[in-house]
């Protein structure tokens, strides 16, 4: 049976961006589909697009090039929405019974009924097809490390069943692109993407905390665990070490690809933009948990703009 959330349109989901686009502009067909892959919440594959594009920087600076290879960059983009959607939809098919018991998600389109099970597999391996498309778009080399990350993605939805740190799972999966970002360019694996994934999947630890907070009273209800509800009142402390630890490995990256001061400038701008966010973190706040959860949009581009701009300058 679908359900519709009391004010608000028709079949939105609840933690929908007000007024975005598949609630305005979307045909009546397509709305359903849409915001299963969160087309109407962008910021996921904003955080799934990030390390791809850092690191296909980096690897471009490293190998002497001026700027990034834009053809990369466009095709991390669709891969990043396809793989995020196709991601989604894998997520809300094995948590439908969870989310229909969660204020937060029981508006998703498979529990309010707006989409069937067999629906939703189907909307998944057409996604899925896509990023394969933009996957064989690449070396050989990236095509296997591609592959790889799916034994990751297939593990996260179970995780929050099992144990407390479902969201380093989230980091491993999220960041997988700080390899393929590398050995697109590389044509194999560097400890500088090495390092930027390790710092990757501590800055999702740390945004996923603050996003996990939304649901920590259902989630303690119904059995789902996250580290929102491991740290508790010792949120602040952890996503602060959790920050600086992802500073630090960030800064190992640039160095180990031998970046110059803008990408370390880059970095320094972001660790503000890090101290921001602990100073307005309130978890019991969930309006301004999500807000600073989607402000790490900005955290990417700053990172983004430091290490590009670095390599143009130093190209001059």
């Known amino acids: 049976m679908k359900i519709d959330i009391p004010g608000t349109v028709a079949g939105a989901v609840a933690d929908a961006v007000s007024g975005n686009w598949v609630d305005r502009f979307a045909p009546d067909w ?9 087309w109407d919440r962008p910021i996921g594959w904003w955080l799934l697009l990030w390390p791809c594009w850092w690191s296909s920087a980096l690897a471009r600076e490293a190998a002497g090039f001026w700027l990034p290879n834009f053809w990369h960059l466009a095709l991390f983009l669709i891969g990043a929405i396809a793989m995020r959607g196709a991601g989604c939809t ?10 229909g018991m969660v204020e937060r998600t029981r508006s998703r389109p498979i529990p309010s009924g707006q989409v069937s099970v067999t629906q939703a597999i189907v909307f998944m391996g057409l996604q899925a097809l896509a990023g394969l ?9 990236t095509i296997i490390l591609g592959f790889c990350s799916l034994v990751v993605v297939a593990a996260y939805p179970f995780m929050k069943r099992i144990t407390y740190w479902p969201q380093s799972v989230l980091g491993l999966a999220f960041n997988w692109g700080a390899l393929v970002g590398w050995s697109a360019t590389q044509g194999t694996l560097g400890w500088p993407a090495i390092a930027l ?18 649901d920590k009273e259902d989630d303690a209800l119904i059995g789902v665990k996250s580290t929102a509800r491991l740290f508790g009142n010792w949120t602040e402390t952890a996503v602060t070490l959790l920050y600086i630890g992802a500073t630090v490995l960030f800064i190992l990256a640039a160095t180990l690809a031998d970046a110059g001061p803008l990408a370390f400038l880059g970095i320094a701008a972001g660790a503000v933009h890090f101290i921001w966010q602990i100073i307005r973190l309130d978890i019991d706040d969930n309006d301004q948990c999500l807000m600073l959860f989607r402000s790490n949009k900005i955290y990417g581009w700053i990172l983004f703009a430091g290490f590009t701009l670095d390599a143009l300058v130093a190209n001059l």
Request: hydrophobic share 40%.
């Open 197 to 214: 994934y390790a710092g990757g999947i501590l800055w999702t630890i740390g945004y996923d905390t603050i996003y996990a907070h939304q």
């Open 133 to 141: 498309v933009v996957l064989l778009q690449f070396n050989t080399y």
């Open 30 to 38: 397509l709305k359903p589909y849409a915001r299963l892959a969160r």
């Open 90 to 99: 894998y997520n809300d098919i094995v948590d439908r019974k969870f989310d």
